[in-house]
């Protein structure tokens, strides 16, 4: 397992700053996925001073519910201010608990409901190699997420076009041990016609390098993660903390986890 | 219309390079020229509806206009949350082209017949809603609506009437004002036999090729009638009552699914769609004005 970096865990840091503050959860899931979309935003071409960049590349997160980590991670680029995450959920902010492309500079699609964001992203893709644009898609899902049928009907038509400018990042963080767990999702995107990868999804360098691998079509990288990897607390009860937000004394316990991590 | 669905859409992608059909294994062979002329902008994608939506609104995210296109039930009632969410909610355009309106393909049983889709998709924020009569209608309405940028619903028939109505979209046309206390209000190839039921006798008559907008001026017009509504679908009745204190009666579906098989005509016959029960159906109605 590697290391985290200082820029994870601040991120991290945010995340229950927000959580606490907001009193709106989703902790564990947004834990889980943080390196991987940092290693997206690493490696595809965007500028955060303009988000409407035509020549962007493209970053969505099918799992929408991780809104909070997309969120912190847009903070931390520059995309919002980190200031702004404490509004997380609330009436009249911008900030959700599922991302909205009309209201957050950097979400290029509105999710929520799953197995959408991963359809959109195909279509995104194949819209750029018909105009012969370099521009790349990357779109992370979530393994419960693969539960959904729109998942593998999208893979299929990603597959069947050769779209080697997108890439599925799976976040293989086993929530689905409790109903429907696809357990080796590594052979299940080989079978349905992915250039697929293993790897660890904390480890930012192996992500980056992933990403940036040419492939001759579609991309599958299952990213092996733990739902709220960096605080034990965390990571062995993720039933009791899936949307919960900490109390100021639970919040002090788990920054200290973070610190050690 | 399937053809004219064709031809409109061959003479836009000449012209306009934005234009991308993407099919569900239907009307593949009646493509294939258009697929030949221009390769990457006509796609079979596959039996996937839900995940054709997406695609179209990924590609209309990126400034293409897509075309969706298979039968009318997997397309729109099976895809419902797809509308909604990835075109209607992140404000995605595109344009959903169905094809076996209402009981067309009676012979299939049930799981082909679609008649409540006009009727779901006007509820969803942003989406446009049409229903062609013939072919003529069709190609108006396409080349009015297309590269708007909101997804608009088209619904092809086999069965176009074979009237002459000037459309526009978002427009209704009054067929007959004869300055009666009753009105008829109908859409699509069902003006056929409406026309045909009542055209001898003393009522208004109004059409509409487009659902959702309603044209609510031309209902204001007829709010002091009683008004008909003579529909093989659901949609029509509920978006007239946009208008508020209409009095307005309904001949059409049952409450039912039509387990019969034969053509629409057979079926039509069997819940009074035919031009004799709609001429009954209107008598009755009469009756009870005079």
């Known amino acids: 397992m590697a290391a985290m970096t200082p820029f994870c865990r601040e991120i991290r840091r945010n995340i229950l700053t927000a959580s606490r503050t907001s009193g709106h959860g989703h902790i564990p899931t947004s834990f889980s996925v943080i390196e991987m979309i940092c290693a997206a935003y690493d490696t595809l071409r965007h500028d955060p001073k303009n988000p409407q960049w035509p020549e962007r590349d493209i970053f969505i997160l099918s799992k929408g519910h991780a809104a909070l980590g997309l969120y912190a991670v847009l903070a931390q680029y520059g995309y919002l201010p980190v200031e702004e995450l404490k509004t997380f959920g609330a009436f009249q902010s911008r900030l959700g608990c599922h991302p909205d492309r009309l209201k957050v500079p950097g979400v290029e699609v509105s999710t929520g409901s799953l197995g959408h964001g991963i359809g959109v992203a195909a279509g995104m893709a194949l819209a750029f190699k018909i105009a012969g644009s370099p521009r790349r898609v990357v779109t992370l899902i979530g393994d419960g997420e693969a539960n959904e049928g729109s998942v593998w009907e999208s893979i299929m038509i990603a597959a069947n076009l050769k779209l080697n400018n997108l890439t599925v990042m799976l976040d293989f963080n086993r929530s689905q041990v409790r109903s429907l767990q696809i357990p080796n999702p590594a052979e299940r995107f080989q079978a349905f016609g992915c250039d697929t990868m293993d790897v660890d999804g904390h480890d930012l360098e192996a992500l980056k390098a992933a990403l940036i691998r040419p492939a001759e079509t579609v991309k599958a990288i299952v990213a092996r993660t733990i739902k709220g990897q960096g605080c034990p607390t965390l990571a062995h009860n993720v039933f009791e903390w899936h949307r919960k937000s900490p109390k100021p004394e639970e919040l002090e316990h788990l920054m200290k986890e973070l610190e050690v991590a | ?290």
């Open chain 2, 1 to 290: 219309m399937r053809r004219q669905f064709k031809d409109t859409t061959f003479d836009l992608a000449t012209r306009d390079e934005k234009v991308v059909i993407v099919l569900g294994d239907i009307s593949h062979f009646l493509f294939m020229p258009l697929q030949e002329k221009f390769p990457t902008r006509v796609y079979n994608m596959g039996i996937c509806e839900n995940a054709l939506i997406s695609v179209a609104a990924g590609l209309s995210a990126q400034g293409f206009h897509p075309f969706v296109h298979t039968i009318n039930p997997f397309l729109t009632e099976r895809c419902v949350e797809h509308i909604k969410d990835d075109l209607c909610y992140n404000q995605f355009g595109a344009n959903i082209i169905s094809t076996g309106a209402s009981f067309d393909y009676a012979w299939d049983g049930a799981t082909h017949h679609c008649y409540g889709e006009l009727a779901i998709l006007r509820l969803l924020p942003g989406m446009e809603v049409t229903q062609p009569g013939n072919r003529q209608e069709l190609d108006t309405l396409i080349r009015s609506q297309y590269n708007n940028g909101r997804p608009t619903y088209f619904r092809l028939s086999d069965h176009g009437h074979t009237l002459d109505v000037p459309v526009k979209f978002g427009r209704a046309n009054i067929l007959k004002d004869a300055g009666s206390k009753l009105t008829i209000m109908t859409a699509g190839p069902i003006l056929g036999n409406v026309m045909e039921a009542v055209q001898d006798l003393p009522v208004n008559l109004v059409y509409f090729s487009t659902i959702k907008p309603i044209d609510r001026e031309v209902i204001e017009r007829f709010k002091h009638t009683k008004i008909l509504v003579v529909h093989d679908a659901h949609g029509l009745q509920e978006a007239i009552h946009e208008v508020p204190d209409l009095s307005v009666s309904y001949h059409g579906l049952p409450d039912r699914f039509c387990v019969w098989y034969g053509t629409v005509h057979d079926i039509r016959k069997q819940i009074g769609l035919d031009p004799a029960g709609i001429r009954q159906a209107v008598q009755s109605r009469l009756a009870t004005i005079r």
